[in-house]
T-cell receptor, first 115, second 111 residues
Framework: SAVISQKPSRDICQRGTSLTIQCQVD?????MFWYRQQPGQSLTLIAT?????????ESGFVIDKFPISRPNLTFSTLTVSNMSPEDSSIYLC????????????FGPGTRLTVL | QKEVEQDPGPLSVPEGAIVSLNCTYS??????FMWYRQYSRKGPELLMY????GNKEDGRFTAQVDKSSKYISLFIRDSQPSDSATYLC???????????FGTGTSLTVIP
């Protein structure tokens, strides 16, 4: 498994501002993912962030709104830009350790409230 | 039709009961099946991982996959109050591919 930390754990932000969420892993991983978890809904994949390449965004998510950085194999950031109350959610990063298994391990999440 | 369907519950059982949690799916290409447990205000924790069909047992937990029916189950024996959490099923087609999650089932085990 992997130990994953996220900062901040929670934040309350004003409409129109931006928040950058950090994800740190205790081992080097190729594949990192960013998810959104809204109340009563399943986890929704925002983008896949592989080191050394541009992030790949899922339908409905764009780079201008959710820019992602992946400077090395243990760290990634997700920025939620120009926030609105609809962006209030839990944001989770996860990692795939690779190999023959197909397991993802999640960070504790960042609980975002936009006023 | 959603890729993965999961009854959201909530499910409330007495301590010691056997709990059955289920998901159905529509994509016959799914080969990897996972169950995650998520405590309140925490990230999902991988509980069980199964490749293809069959059963897998780990302590009080048993995961079953029936690919012919596109149906997966998680059984919890001798349920404990500490099992109270939301249980999410997840699945994917190939390694490194996108995971598809159920909405989660909220379980409460009453002492």
């Amino acid at each position: 498994s992997a130990v994953i930390s996220q900062k901040p754990s929670r934040d309350i932000c004003q409409r129109g501002t931006s928040l950058t969420i950090q994800c740190q892993v205790d081992s080097q991983v190729t594949m990192m993912f960013w998810y959104r978890q809204q109340p009563g809904q399943s986890l929704t994949l925002i983008a896949t962030a592989n080191q050394g390449s541009e992030a790949t965004y899922e339908s409905g998510f764009v780079i201008d709104k959710f820019p992602i950085s992946r400077p090395n194999l243990t760290f990634s950031t997700l920025t939620v830009s120009n926030m609105s109350p609809e962006d209030s959610s839990i944001y989770l990063c996860s990692v795939d350790l690779g190999g023959r298994s197909n397991e993802q391990f999640f960070g504790p999440g960042t609980r975002l409230t936009v006023l | 039709q959603k890729e993965v369907e999961q009854d959201p519950g909530p499910l409330s059982v007495p301590e010691g009961a056997i709990v059955s949690l289920n998901c159905t799916y529509s994509n016959s290409a799914f080969q990897y099946f996972m169950w995650y447990r998520q405590y309140s205000r925490k990230g999902p924790e991988l509980l069980m991982y199964t490749y293809s069909s069959g059963n897998k047992e780990d302590g009080r937990f048993t995961a079953q996959v029936d690919k012919s029916s596109k149906y997966i189950s998680l059984f919890i024996r001798d349920s404990q109050p500490s099992d109270s959490a939301t249980y999410l099923c997840a699945m994917s087609a190939i390694t490194g591919n996108q995971f598809y999650f159920g909405t989660g089932t909220s379980l409460t085990v009453i002492p």
